[in-house]
């Protein structure tokens, strides 16, 4: 059996304003996901790893680092450098627990639609950006705004945090 995931980026979400999250995921159904998740359920996973690395330096500061393109000054051993702990950007984390999520149940195809630059991993099989999406979705009929603003058949993907703020770094509670 094949799964079709679409991990929507926030990115997409703003460029589809003033569609709601809700009708996107509802569109991105209808265009032919079996299941269609924001990227933002990967800022959980981020925080929960940025907080197993902080708490391995002890009470030392840290620099959270989940995006490839992270500043010069951060790429070398000293100054901030020495600071920085080093994740995978949200959507890639949320792809690897999606496959870890689907092994046995046969194969999963997990697209990611959105611009981020760090979304390059094996565990994503297609990448999106978020303007082509949407004209994709034109192109095939698919209005956005005629898509329901609620779930009706079927549960909602919890999008509650409990550990991250938005991009993965952990609460100031945590």
């Known amino acids: 059996m094949h799964v079709s995931i679409a991990i929507l980026g926030a990115d997409l979400q703003l460029a589809a304003l003033p569609a709601t999250p809700i009708q996107l995921l509802h569109a991105a159904r209808v265009a032919g996901f079996d299941a269609a998740l924001p990227a933002s ?36 051993g000293e100054g901030l450098g020495a600071l920085a702990i080093a994740t995978c950007p949200p959507p890639v984390a949320l792809a690897r627990a999606l496959r870890l999520g689907q092994r046995g149940a046969g194969a999963v195809h997990v697209t990611y639609i959105g ?13 999106i950006p978020p303007d082509a999406f949407l004209r994709g979705l034109a192109s095939r009929g698919i209005d956005l705004l005629a898509q329901p603003t ?25």
């Open 115 to 127: 611009a981020c630059p760090g979304a390059v991993d094996p565990a994503i099989d297609l990448r």
């Open 150 to 174: 609620e779930f009706t058949d079927r549960l909602p993907p919890d999008r509650r945090r409990f550990r991250a703020d938005a991009g993965g770094a952990p609460t100031a509670e945590q």
């Open 41 to 76: 359920l990967g800022d959980e996973l981020v925080a929960e790893e940025a907080l197993r690395l902080a708490q391995a330096r002890g009470r030392h500061p840290v620099v959270l680092c989940a995006c490839p393109r992270l500043p010069a000054d951060l790429a070398g």
